[in-house]
């Protein structure tokens, strides 16, 4: 048997560095030898430092693992890093020129030209892009995954992408409000309350859509030339982005066909049988009220994106409705498997 | 002194009876004189049959007062009707026909040819459809006010219509339980979680859009040629209806252009300075992450609709948010408000 | 191999009764052979006229099962009821004198004299009070499990009554709404509130607290003597009954000796590795904020009891915080424990 | 006319300093001369400094008054104090120094020898505590008001004691998320669960409670002697502190006996028609489910204790409910009060 890759974590005791360690927990292919944190943190036991938000409790093989500074020299191969905005901009590129595999869930350098921004089910060539970083030769490099909220929509799209063409899309998000950390929303905020406005976040998912959806051809990243623009806001809703999609494509197409399409979807991850692959991409509901938040948010252990609600839009041409679990497809979950694909296609010896 | 107008209200007990009740109870042109509801609670006080939602209880005016049961029989000249579906399909016709003016937040006759929909600050003219009722002569009459969800987008669109005409529309609400009534929805259904699907209201809010912006030339309605499309969706909050909304126009338009547009609009109802109207019809908000449901939904109490984050849309041309109460601007308020105005035209002698 | 007791649920589209399917749908001793609901329901698959609240949809071996009425002639051998009161009042008898073993959610025989109100782990030997039903010979009884907030202090109160003799009881609970079913409790009413009231339900807590704890000695039940007073509360929680307890007993004891008894306490259905017992019956929590209601409301897949902050109360002696998953220990999963525990005894045969 | 008193408050932006701002706006004695806060806000407007959370926007007489330091040389002559408890212990009595008459929300002197715990209604005549201070002669002293659970229930008790003699009391608190201020509560902790612990709540509320209904006599305060047991618990509501109660008393007593003291207690600030002072200190429903969190936390604009379910408490002898707003009656309200009493006492020259 092959032996597994040890993995370190950053940011381990935040709301998505705890989503990390709960993935990588039982990893088939990688185990947890590092955790890193704060200053503060450093030194404790992941159990002392860390404010568990999931059920049950942290897993017993990391309760008692003491907590590392976030700094190069921790004791793994590859990296993932939950680093808040600040940091892992200061940070990450070290840990890359120190020579380790970095996938992030940070946003400073997902539009970086040579940083592939990877969802294995909708760009996986965009791994062609690690030679070009400076550190790629020394082993070290950067693989980003997007915004919780643009994963759901790009993942609805993708495959209506390649087979109709997108050509303008408005999407409105309602966003839980785990998506924002620990301690995040002020429960003044949230509660009973909508706030229609997250810092930073529709450019994120119209420049992030864009690059994702670009096709990577003689050697250069060439950004999808569809016209994109969001509405976000945070809702009382502990977990799931839920999002209104209305859509043009460039040919003209039906509602069975791009049923079919989402339906026939059965992209590389699977093909290869990642371990957090889901077995469906994107779930079709029929039924009229669907997807829920709270009801669908879990399908496919959180990786699957749920749909429903396919019909026309009188302004653009359709309209429907799209949901992810943020903080697995949208954030951890969309790095462990970023990492799996790249292990799968050659990137981590 | 001039008396004040006797007035009946349908489904008195219900939730948007019962801000029938609170705007009713200190009117200066109308009093209550007959609270109808269902023949379960008939012959009860108010106090016993109805469970008061609103902060204070039922106001002492109207504590005691008998129920009577919802036949065209009460003491009273006008009605404001805030029956279901079903019940005002039936009832309202009859009330009508016996010479009661009657005001309803209901939805059976909004669409009919000859029954103003009406927002007093949008189309005061529409009103203009009432001898074409046939009850018009013995003096009874239907006029409605729109769905909860359809108001807010359509105060805020109003004056930008009458300015630079609105060719397309896309909205995404967020809008509160209480626009389900009571018991409507349950818990389990809305706690951590969001529900993409109202039955008809995304239908309606298109026709109804059309509707009351359209113009009364040559005896005749002509509604708005405008595209519009809606994506309904019942979010954790308990009163107001946030809406973001992308539009594009007729004319070219700046942003100064609109902001200039909403704060100078001063229609009829401000002008005649009516009881209901709120002394700004439309509030433009500065700060980047307003209007909030829960900050802003009693602006005007409750009669403003509060908008903010003006900016372009990459796929249309402008986008927005923009909020209002249901239950005040979008439905009882709504109502008294139309009654108001049609005292003042000369339409209750 | 032996082959699986078959076995019907009574109300299965319900609340309590999806957490029956849940539970039974790979249970290693039962089967469901047969799924009952209302006239409306019968003859619909199961997937059909069933509103899901759980995650995931319903299970694949039943989701296209055709539902039954609810009459004594369903093809088991074994009725799980979670019927609504007046229902169970009516028809559990039915089922009962049809030579049904029944293992019932609903309160109407709870308090029957020849009825064990049982819960395996604190009064396994009410199970000898069957041979005094009527039905017995004949095959047929009727087991009932207690209210879901009678569960969680009866099951924290049981080892340090056994230990120390418990003499007075104040208990205050904080209960969610799934308690109340579907629809239930409507928004309006939970959302921003607390709801100090409960029909009946302090009742309940006191005499089935005093049944459960009671002796069976010569042949009969002897209700113990303890006093009980209970204040019960609605809040906008989902899932998880949190109580808090103040308690005096009959001798002197100290915090150490009760956390002891607590932690020691292995009873009957652990000794038996019963299905649906958890490892840990009471788990004690160290922190000063435990339990909280969603983080440990799962624990023992929400078969286990969390108890915390045992400190002296200065008007009786000890208080401290329990809590236990409403809909799994406090419903569905006792009743499925206890017919584990019938089938272990030799009721079942 | 006489001249209104210049008042200053201390930590004015927060959630508590917003409750002085709006309380003290338009109030017929005071009027605000002086805005502080922390260094980051000092210089600013109240408007660009502030966070406002309460509907419809600071009022308009304090929105650009600039906000200064938190030193004892603001331009007034009474203090009203929301400051942090480590601020608070350090900052309060340099400004009693100065000659400021401080009228404080925070806890780190409320348990002093010779500071008043102060609620008017409760106990007027601990004012005598005042010239005890050394800082009296030169004008200065620091009254307090109680903890904001505190509060609920001693309102609702003092009658009785005085009465019928309080012998012991449990107490357990569902406490809304603004007493924590702001940011204060994580959503993530909030939504869909109750934490059952609220740091040094439970011991303020015993020690509170005996000071407050002790008696002044020879010139000291002399606690009362009665036993005080409560649990504290977060609950998502937003704002009100609701209280379930069970209490033993001296004398014997009957529940016609209770209700009659609690509608007949018409105290000093009712007689004396206090500006702040409600009409009924106490509330007495009869309904079996109130009072409720929303629905009666606004009663006397939040200053009134609503208290209902009084029945007989096997344990303890009788048990009830108790509820008021945290922010006003608990704090901010409560504060305004005293200040007032001071006044109309003599105390303010």
Redesign the interface.
């Known amino acids: 048997m092959q032996s597994k890759i040890r993995v370190g974590i950053l940011a381990a005791t935040g709301?998505i560095g705890q989503r990390f360690v709960e993935l990588l927990a039982n990893h088939p292919k990688f185990e947890i030898s590092a955790l890193a944190a704060s200053t503060n943190s450093a030194g404790k036991t992941y159990r002392e430092a860390c404010r568990?938000?999931i059920?049950?409790g942290p897993p017993s093989q990391v309760a008692d693992m003491l907590i590392s500074e976030c700094k190069p020299d921790l004791d793994c191969e590859l990296i993932f890093s939950a680093l808040p905005t600040d940091q892992a901009r200061e940070r990450e590129p070290e840990f890359a020129s120190a020579g380790y595999k970095l996938f992030t869930n940070a946003s400073p350098y997902r539009m970086r030209d040579d940083v592939p921004l990877l969802i294995p089910e909708v760009n996986p060539d965009h791994l062609k892009l690690l030679p070009a970083q400076q550190t790629f030769s020394s082993g070290g490099f950067i693989v980003a995954n997007p915004n919780c909220s643009a994963s759901v929509v790009v993942i609805a799209l993708a495959p209506l992408h390649a087979a109709f063409g997108v050509k303008?899309?408005?999407v409105?998000t309602?966003q839980s409000?785990?998506g924002a950390g620990?301690?995040?929303?002020?429960?003044?905020?949230?509660?009973?309350?909508?706030?229609?406005?997250i810092?930073g976040e529709e450019e994120k998912m119209?420049d992030e859509t864009r690059k994702m959806l670009g096709r990577f051809t003689d050697g250069h990243l060439h950004k999808a030339p569809l016209?994109?623009?969001a509405?976000c806001?945070r809702?009382?809703?502990?977990d799931g982005h839920?999002e209104?999609v209305?859509v043009a494509f460039e040919k003209s197409v039906s509602v069975d066909e791009i049923t079919a399409v989402w339906e026939a979807w059965y992209p590389e991850p699977q093909q290869l049988d990642l371990p957090t692959a889901p077995h469906q991409v994107v779930s079709v509901r029929k039924e009229?009220?669907?997807?829920?938040?709270?009801?669908?948010?879990?399908?496919g252990n959180g990786m699957t994106v749920t749909v429903?609600?396919l019909r026309s839009?009188?302004?653009?041409e359709y309209?429907f409705?799209a949901l992810a679990h943020n903080a697995l497809r949208g954030a951890a979950g969309g790095s462990v498997l970023n990492a799996e694909l790249a292990l799968a296609k050659g990137y981590l010896q």
Request: with cysteine; aromatic share 6%.
């Open positions: 709301t568990w938000q059920s049950n303008a899309v408005i409105n309602m409000v785990s620990y301690p995040g929303v002020p429960s003044l905020d949230s509660l009973d309350n909508v706030i229609p406005y810092p119209a016209k994109f623009s509405h806001n809702v009382p809703s502990r839920l209104t209305s009229v009220d669907r997807p829920q938040t709270r009801l669908d948010r879990d399908t429903g609600r839009c009188e302004v653009l309209k409705v």
